[in-house]
């Protein structure tokens, strides 16, 4: 397939609200996250997760909250779009949510032990947003931004990640499906911040319609015509089933993780 569909270099708002239209795919086929990325949040931090007051900001649907949920941190999941927002309360009902954003969070200062963006850092203004985490985040508390990346590694994802960048001529950072580079000014992190990086790998086994509604919850994927997004996921459940005859996928990733105490 040689058509391409750029979705411009820069996350803008209409792109990071593009998810409200797929939130149950988005809930149902995102992969979650490994109990070895909380163990490295808590040797950073320098304090468990169970008891901590957390903001988990750009929250989605809640696959984050739920695991910080699950190590006992006291939550609250920040989300801006009202789709996944909805999804997140069917899914976590339970959990505190509050809509909003990372750029102006409704906090008092100095409340948070813990504020955590995961896969959502990138959609900020960084400068705005680190602003906030300085005055919402205790003295003494931590900022973790985490990603999702693909292992490009393994030969057919990457052979995968370069149909993608031919389909929509960009790289797999501006598709989000995470940077290609691990440097602080890759990420946009505030500057002023001594991060600790951790990379931690990990697979998950799928079923073939899965991964690919996976794939398809990406942003790159919502907002581009639904008949070549459709067209190109076709495509490649024919390449993947004659690489996994028996319908079942493993995918393979690493775990981006920048932390710092403040």
């Known amino acids: 397939m040689t058509t391409t569909h750029s979705p411009g270099a820069v996350p803008g708002p209409s792109r990071a609200l593009s998810f409200d239209r797929a939130a149950a795919q988005y809930a149902a086929a995102r992969p979650s996250y490994p109990d070895t990325l909380f163990d490295a949040v808590e040797d950073i931090a320098g304090r468990p997760l169970r008891g901590a007051r957390a903001l988990d900001v750009g929250a989605g649907t809640g696959i984050s909250t739920r695991r910080l949920l699950d190590r006992g941190a006291r939550v609250v999941a920040v989300e801006p779009g009202p789709g996944m927002a909805a999804q997140l309360r069917r899914d ?157 996928v493993e995918e393979a990733y690493v775990v981006e993780l920048h932390a710092a105490r403040r």
């Open 92 to 248: 976590l009902p339970d959990a505190p949510l509050v809509r909003g954003d990372g750029n102006r969070l409704p906090f008092a200062t100095a409340s948070a032990d813990l504020i955590t963006y995961a896969q959502s850092w990138h959609w900020t203004d960084h400068v705005r947003a680190a602003a906030e985490v300085r005055r919402v985040l205790r003295p003494g508390g931590t900022l973790a931004l985490w990603w999702n990346v693909s292992d490009r590694t393994v030969p057919w994802i990457g052979a995968q990640e370069e149909r993608l960048l031919r389909f929509f001529g960009v790289g797999p950072e501006e598709l989000g499906r995470g940077a290609h580079g691990s440097a602080d000014q890759d990420r946009g992190l505030p500057p002023d911040l001594d991060f600790t990086y951790r990379r931690v790998p990990w697979t998950r086994r799928i079923p073939l319609a899965t991964h690919l509604d996976n794939l398809g919850s990406h942003s790159a994927f919502l907002t581009i015509d639904d008949e070549a997004a459709r067209g190109f996921l076709a495509e490649e459940r024919d390449r993947l089933l004659a690489e996994f005859p028996d319908g079942t």
